[in-house]
């Protein structure tokens, strides 16, 4: 997903995006967000959207 704008990421309906860490810096992101290697995603959801946007993504 490096290089992937966060409106590019098949994220669960029922999952929400709501903070990225890169590096030392917290943000919260837009859809025109590029993710980068090492980002940290922090996305709220009931356990089986994160299940499955865990699987969409191959985490």
Do not use: Q, V, W
Not at 9 to 37: C, Q, S, V, W
């Amino acid at each position: 997903i490096d290089g992937n704008r966060i409106k590019e990421i098949p994220f669960h309906k029922d999952a929400i995006l709501i903070m990225i860490k890169r590096g030392n810096t917290l943000f919260i992101p837009h859809g025109e967000t590029y993710l980068k290697t090492g980002d940290i995603m922090s996305i709220f959801g009931t356990d089986s959207a994160l299940e499955s946007t865990r699987e969409k993504l191959g985490y």
